[in-house]
C-alpha cells in the first residue's frame, strides 16, 4: 500500500509520530509531502499535495494532520474524488473505512496525542470498505461532486 502524508507546522510532531507507527507495517511505502518545519504554512495547500497523490493513483491512501484536523479536512473534501475522514477515536476511523470507504484520514496535532493518534492510524490502515449497502451511499456521497 502506498500512502502520502502531510501536515502544516501545527502538526509536524505528529506527522513524525504517524511515520513511526507506518513503518511498523512491512508492506507501506510512505510518500512525505512535508511541511518539514515550524514555519507557518498554509494547511489547503498541504491536502491539495496529499489528495493530489490518491487521486492520481500515486497513493492508495492519504493522512493529512492541521492544528484541531478540521481545516485541513475541510479543504481535503473539496477535492473531487476525496473522501476525507477526521477522526479522534478508532471507532471512527474503522467505520471510515468499513462504511465509508474514507481515502484520506484527517487528525489534529494539538488534539490527539501520539498513543491514541497511532491506534487511529492503525485503525484506518488495517480496515477495508464492506461495500454492500454501503457502497450505495458512498456513490451518493460521490454524486454530490456533480451537483
Do not use: W
Not at 62 to 68: D, E, R, S
Not at 75 to 101: E, P, T, Y
Amino acid at each position: 500500500m502506498k500512502i502520502t502524508i502531510g501536515s502544516d507546522h501545527g502538526a509536524v510532531q505528529l506527522k513524525e509520530e504517524v511515520k513511526m507507527v507506518l513503518k511498523e507495517y512491512g508492506d507501506i511505502e510512505v510518500t512525505d509531502v512535508g511541511t518539514f518545519g515550524t514555519d507557518s504554512v498554509d494547511y489547503p495547500d498541504i491536502a491539495e499535495k496529499v489528495c493530489g497523490d490518491v487521486v492520481s493513483g500515486k497513493a492508495d491512501r492519504g493522512i493529512v494532520l492541521c492544528g484541531t484536523g478540521i481545516g485541513i479536512s475541510i479543504a481535503a473534501n473539496k477535492i473531487k474524488g476525496i473522501r476525507c475522514a477526521l477522526c479522534n477515536d478508532v471507532f471512527s476511523a474503522k467505520m471510515s473505512r468499513q462504511h465509508n470507504n474514507a481515502n484520506v484520514l484527517a487528525m489534529g496535532g494539538r488534539v490527539l496525542g501520539f498513543g491514541p493518534a497511532g491506534e487511529i492510524v492503525r485503525a484506518f490502515v488495517e480496515g477495508e470498505f464492506e461495500g454492500g449497502r454501503h457502497e450505495r451511499r458512498v456513490n451518493k456521497i460521490m454524486a454530490l461532486e456533480n451537483k
